[in-house]
């Protein structure tokens, strides 16, 4: 059975240059993603948008969670560097 879905993400950050830090920083790792996944990182205004759309197999569900995960944990790492660097 196919698994249809869009999952949206919105962080506020302080400001739009900050925003667009933390997009490009995270746009590398969103290259080569699991087969029927696609994602869009942008900036709204202060706010980091991460879209993720999926149509996938239910078996291949685990892999729309582990996109999500894999950006959770990139944002993080992000977040801290900005925030050791004063920003």
């Not at 993400?9 to 790792?29: F, G, K, M």
Request: with cysteine.
């Amino acid at each position: 059975m196919m698994i249809r879905g869009r999952v949206i993400l919105e962080i506020t950050v302080r400001n739009y240059e900050d925003c667009q830090v933390i997009a490009s920083s995270l746009l590398p790792d969103e290259k080569d993603l699991p087969q029927g996944v696609s994602s869009i990182i942008k900036c709204v205004d202060n706010k980091l948008v991460y879209e993720v759309t999926y149509n996938v197999n239910d078996d291949k569900l685990l892999s729309v969670y582990n996109t999500i995960d894999d950006f959770i944990r990139n944002l993080k790492v992000v977040m801290e560097s900005l925030s050791g660097l004063g920003r």
